[in-house]
C-alpha cells in the first residue's frame, strides 16, 4: 500500500509535466520581463496545517517573469521559531524559486516549479543517536489547473530536518467569483510519507495523511492594491499522528 501510494504519486506529477508538450503551448505570462511583488500581514502563519508562526507574521515576495513562461522569485516570511536552536522564539524563512508554465489552450494550463528553502541562521540539526540533518531543503511542483480548479503535487527531493526525501503533498484549491468583488477561496491537502528514510530525527507513524482544509473569501480594497482574505483552516494530522489545531487566519496582502 505504501509503495503503490508513492508511484500513483509520482506518476501523477511526470504526467503534470510531461502532458502538455504534446499540445501547442501559448505562454500565460503576457509581459517579457515583468517584475511584480507583495507584501503582507497575516495574523499567523499555518503551512500545510502546522503552525509556523502562531503570532503576527510579515511576508514578502518578488517574481520575475519571461514572456516565454519562465520566471524566477523569492517569498519569505518570519517565524516563531528556529530549525537549528531550539531556544530560540524567532526566526526566517527564505524560498527561493524558478519555475515555467504555460497554457494548454483557452481552459487549461500547467506549471513546474523548483523550490530552495533556507532558514535564516540554519545550518545541521544533530541528534543524540548520531544522525545530522541540514535545514536547507528542495522540492519540486507540478501543476495543472482547469479554470478555476488547480491540481497539485510536490516531491520532497532530498532528506531535511523536518522531512524525507520522496515526502509527496496533494492538493486541490478552487476558487469562485462572488458578488461585490469577493472571491470564495477553498482548498484541501493530504501527505503521503516516505518513512524509510526514517532515522532518529525523523519518525513516521502515519504514512498517508489528511493535512488541512481551507475555506475563505478575499476582497481587492478598491484604488489601494491591497486585498484583504479570512481563512478558516480545518487542521489534520501530522506524521506522527499528532492532530492540528483549527485556525482563523486574517490578512492583508500589498501587491506591485
Not at 511526470?14 to 505562454?27: G, I, K, L
Amino acid at each position: 500500500m505504501h509503495q503503490t501510494s508513492h508511484k500513483i504519486a509520482l506518476s501523477l506529477l511526470f504526467a503534470m509535466c510531461t502532458m502538455p508538450a504534446f499540445a501547442e503551448e501559448d505562454t500565460i505570462l503576457p509581459t517579457a520581463g515583468k517584475l511584480t511583488g507583495s507584501f503582507a500581514v497575516v495574523n499567523k502563519y499555518i503551512y500545510r496545517g502546522g503552525v509556523e508562526n502562531d503570532d503576527v507574521a510579515l511576508q514578502a515576495g518578488l517574481e520575475y517573469a519571461l514572456q516565454s513562461g519562465v520566471s524566477v522569485g523569492y517569498w519569505g516570511s518570519t517565524l516563531d521559531y528556529d530549525l537549528s536552536d531550539e531556544n530560540k522564539d524567532h526566526g526566517f524563512e527564505h524560498d527561493f524559486y524558478v519555475a515555467y508554465g504555460n497554457e494548454i489552450n483557452q481552459n487549461w494550463s500547467y506549471k513546474v516549479q523548483g523550490t530552495a528553502y533556507y532558514y535564516q541562521d540554519g545550518g545541521t540539526v544533530y541528534s543524540e543517536g548520531g544522525d545530522k540533518r541540514k535545514t536547507t531543503a528542495f522540492d519540486v511542483l507540478g501543476e495543472l489547473a482547469y479554470k478555476d480548479l488547480t491540481l497539485a503535487a510536490s516531491v520532497m527531493l532530498a532528506d531535511a530536518s523536518f522531512a524525507n526525501a520522496g515526502d509527496v503533498y496533494l492538493s486541490a484549491a478552487y476558487s469562485y467569483a462572488l458578488p461585490q468583488n469577493f472571491m470564495l477561496n477553498t482548498s484541501v491537502g493530504a501527505s503521503i510519507y516516505n518513512s524509510r528514510r526514517d532515522d532518529s530525527i525523523i519518525e513516521t507513524k502515519n504514512d498517508v495523511v489528511f493535512s488541512e482544509a481551507r475555506m475563505g473569501v478575499s476582497k481587492e480594497i478598491a484604488n489601494t492594491g491591497a486585498t484583504a482574505s479570512l481563512d478558516y483552516v480545518v487542521g489534520g494530522k501530522d506524521r506522527v499522528g499528532e492532530d492540528f489545531d483549527d485556525q482563523v487566519v486574517f490578512g492583508l496582502n500589498f501587491s506591485f
